[in-house]
């Protein structure tokens, strides 16, 4: 699928084009919907509805609220296809289906994957020029605890224009920070991610049985 591109990063028309890719393929998907088991359904929005979606989601680090939402409510209507939610159903609260699906809601999947690339930058599993967009602060000689942490990211200076700000190399520290240090500390890939996919997942269903 290829990339569209604006100005200032925020990928309106982007978004727009995975939206008429998604509902296509969700309308051929609810024609045989009725013919498909519940795991096969699963599989089929994943390779059909969730794939699209986290495409170059990296990339998503300066979405609108407006944009984030037109996204959550394609994996929302994929979620009521794969539970047949119609009539009344479809007006059922959709995160505790998500829950059940271990769907990481959208806002929370774009945080994934920029995490992810800067345990590959760090790790050396990224390419180059993305490796040299970020770098790990200095820590300082001093014995505050927040001074002894090796795992955080430098901080670059605010950016009044919005293309800067919603650049990787902005996005990333503002995430990666943030994240517990049991965390940013891991250096297995596997290891990582689990520990990752768990820390969004209780923070996107807390409450949620």
């Known amino acids: 699928m290829p990339r569209i591109l604006d100005f200032i990063l925020i990928m309106s028309e982007q978004i727009n084009v995975i939206s008429q890719i998604c509902y296509l393929n969700l309308r051929d998907l609810k024609r045989i919907g009725s013919k498909l088991s519940h795991e096969l359904k699963v599989q089929l ?12 989601n ?12 037109k996204l959550q409510k394609l994996q929302n209507n994929a979620v009521r296809f794969i539970f047949r939610l119609t009539g009344k159903k479809k007006w059922n609260h959709i ?3 998500l829950k059940q699906l271990h769907f990481l809601p959208v806002q929370f999947r774009i945080k994934f994957k ?22 790990l602060r200095d820590v300082k000689n001093v014995s505050l605890r927040l001074d002894n ?10 950016s009044r224009l919005l293309k ?23 250096t297995e890939l596997g290891t990582f991610k689990k520990l990752l996919k ?3 997942f209780d923070m996107a269903f807390s409450g949620i049985e």
């Open 198 to 200: 768990t820390y969004y």
């Open 164 to 186: 800067t700000s919603a650049s990787f190399s902005h996005i990333a520290p503002k995430i990666w920070n943030i994240l517990p240090y049991s965390i940013r500390c891991s």
């Open 149 to 158: 942490d090796f795992y955080l990211l430098k901080v670059p200076q605010p």
């Open 114 to 135: 920029i995490a992810l690339l800067v345990f590959k930058c760090l790790n050396n599993l990224a390419p180059q020029y993305l490796q040299e967009l970020i770098s």
């Open 58 to 69: 990296a990339s998503y680090g300066g979405l609108t609220q407006k944009n984030i939402q």
């Open 95 to 97: 995160k505790p289906y």
């Open 45 to 56: 929005v994943h390779s059909n509805i969730l794939s699209v979606i986290d495409y170059c």
